[in-house]
């Protein structure tokens, strides 16, 4: 029996999560839930309905995991201890410094329906905790260093397209090479955000807009660009969907240490993304986690997860001996 998925939201993740779906034949899509009108989301998959989200709790038992796909500011901190309530559920829960809070209310309603409900899983936060957790545990003795991109912003592009006279934009951010270099060789360099990461933006002006007032906004916008090195292009609509229309990401985890005598012993350990879609592989990641969900249930386990609480085993549709034999 395959598991039953439903969707909740149907933009670039939701999108992803049924492309991930149509790949792993141990899941199937149920439902896909929507707060547009129903009549007006065309999904892929034939014959599965779309439903108002708010027709949701009449479909419970037709679905053993809901995966949540909307946003971190303002869906998910109601959407997921809300349907943990209904629902096996997985999110992408983005927002680092609101996990902790994020987690006590997912499961406190989780708990209390019997339900697991799985939090912040993706690539960031997500595959790279993992790995930020395991260089901790293995080399205690030792530095963090995260780099993102090069890779599109969802969010800075949206502040982008929020500036005076922008049309449209796009934005990336860059690891700054040097700095990455000097991780990758062991100096263990202090660095700071602007000594890390460069931001570069692709803007479409409307007409007649004053094209430097459009970069001086948005370089010194505080918490976006301000802190980086940021250069501006000013593009035509037609250079921004020929050139800039995917959303890819990617990036690098490493984790500097040393053993040994006098601690004299160097070692590095480097885990990197590099993905032709952000939201695709996000979800890919999303239905992993949502088969996790659905055992971890299934065994009578309930309340919140993240990534640091599940073994890999339950990621994966085959079973121990397949994985002792092939993986191990």
């Known amino acids: 029996m395959s598991i039953r998925i439903g969707i909740l939201g149907y933009g670039n993740l939701g999108k992803g999560v049924e492309y991930a779906i149509a790949q792993n034949d141990d899941l199937s899509l149920k439902a896909v839930f929507t707060r547009r009108d129903p009549s007006t989301v065309k999904i892929m998959t ?12 009449a479909h419970a038992s037709e679905i053993d995991v809901l995966i949540l796909c909307g946003g971190s500011a303002n869906d998910l901190p109601v959407q997921t201890p809300e349907f943990a309530k209904l629902f096996n559920v997985v999110d992408s829960f983005d927002t680092h410094a609101r996990i902790p809070e994020h987690f006590a209310n997912v499961d406190k309603a989780a708990k209390e329906a019997g339900k697991v409900g799985i939090i912040s899983i993706g690539w960031d936060p ?3 905790s993992l790995i930020r957790m395991y260089g901790n ?22 502040a982008i397209r929020r500036v005076k006279g922008v049309k449209n934009g796009k934005q990336y951010t860059i690891p700054v090479e040097s700095a990455l270099e000097r991780v990758r060789n062991g100096e263990n360099p202090e660095l700071t955000t602007r000594e890390k990461h460069t931001r570069e933006c692709f803007v479409v002006p409307e007409e007649g807009a004053d094209l430097a007032q459009i970069e001086k906004d948005i370089k010194t916008m505080p918490n976006y660009f301000s802190d980086y090195d940021t250069t501006v292009h000013f593009i035509t609509e037609e250079e921004l969907i020929k050139n800039h229309s995917g959303i890819p990401h990617g990036g690098f985890v490493i984790r500097t240490g040393t053993t040994g005598e006098n601690n004299q012993t160097k070692h590095t350990v480097e885990f990197s993304l590099k993905l032709g879609s952000n939201p695709e592989f996000t979800s890919s990641v999303l239905c992993a986690f949502a088969r996790a969900a659905y055992r971890l249930n299934a065994e009578g386990v309930s309340g919140c997860k ?23």
Request: with cysteine; aromatic share 12%.
């Open 46 to 57: 034939k014959d599965v309905p779309v439903y108002s989200v708010n027709d949701a709790a």
């Open 126 to 128: 997500g595959l790279f």
């Open 137 to 158: 545990a293995v080399l205690p003795e030792g530095k963090d260093y995260t780099f993102w991109g090069k890779g599109v912003s969802q969010g800075h592009s949206d």
């Open 306 to 328: 993240t990534i640091f609480d599940i073994a890999p085993a339950y990621l994966c549709k085959q079973n121990p001996d397949e994985l002792r034999s092939h993986l191990l």
